[in-house]
């Protein structure tokens, strides 16, 4: 949907009560007239639409992540603690970003320990997902980025753009999550087995290829983007 600036005449104590509930709401004037017209009218808008995933996102994971925060039509952030020694904590969080027009969800995995062991593990893990994410032809190389040491970040700029629906862009997120999640306990859980890939790439795809047929993109799919 495209935004434009638009004049209106609007009684004073509308706007002071518009202004209440968007403070409420921890958003602004324009967004909540926005979201009420639409509503009104039967249409979602970009930002309903996110605010509806990442409540779904909530739901799916109440029982296995805990969310540390949740950022109106933004972010969601998940934190765990793995177990390895004294049981440092994980961050996951999804945002919404806007790239080349573009509005899709990003993942992002990150640790605060000051442990070089335990970092060099997270390099490694990371390292292995992206390599079977690359090996698998499931992402283009732009996808997968570590930014900085010991941060893991995927972009969904298809699969989980704001132009598809919302049971699509969950299903993706959801799958995807539980996937670096359930990876993320097994390496830890086998920390002193060197010959971990195999079992990661079976995890892999028992936990992400439900979402990428959900999404109709199969493999023969996938490697046409390439």
């Known amino acids: 949907m495209k935004k ?3 004049s209106l005449m609007l009684f004073d104590e509308i706007v002071e009560k518009v202004d209440e509930l ?8 324009s967004q909540l ?3 009420i017209l639409a509503e009104h009218i039967g249409l979602i808008t970009p930002e309903q639409k996110i605010q509806r ?15 540390s925060q949740v950022s109106s039509n933004s972010s969601i952030q998940f934190g765990k603690s793995i177990k390895y020694k004294y049981r440092p904590k994980v961050r996951y969080s999804y945002e ?3 790239k080349q027009g573009k509005k899709y969800a990003v993942l992002k995995v990150s640790s605060r320990t000051k442990s070089e062991a335990l970092n060099e593990c997270f390099d490694d893990f990371f390292s292995k997902i992206e390599a079977i994410e690359k090996r698998n032809h499931t992402i ?10 010991h941060k893991f970040v995927r972009e969904f700029s298809r699969e989980a753009q704001i ?3 919302v049971p699509h862009i969950t299903q993706v997120l959801t799958d995807y999550l539980k996937m670096i999640d359930f990876a993320m306990n097994y390496y830890f859980d086998s920390i002193d087995i060197k010959d971990k890939d195999e079992n990661l790439q079976k995890i892999y795809w028992e936990y992400y290829k439900p979402a990428l047929k959900y999404s109709g993109r199969l493999l023969e799919d996938i490697k046409e983007d390439q």
């Not at 968007?22 to 004037?29: D, G, K, Q, V």
């Not at 283009?140 to 040491?149: A, C, L």
Request: aromatic share 8%; proline share 0%; hydrophobic share 30%.
């Open 4 to 6: 434009s600036v638009y």
């Open 22 to 29: 968007a403070y409420i709401n921890n958003t602004n004037r």
């Open 33 to 35: 007239i926005n979201d």
């Open 53 to 67: 995933v990442l409540e779904q996102l909530d739901r799916n994971f109440s029982d296995t992540l805990s969310v």
């Open 96 to 98: 919404f970003v806007t």
């Open 140 to 149: 283009r190389k732009s996808k997968v980025q570590n930014e900085t040491n």
């Open 163 to 165: 132009t598809n629906d």
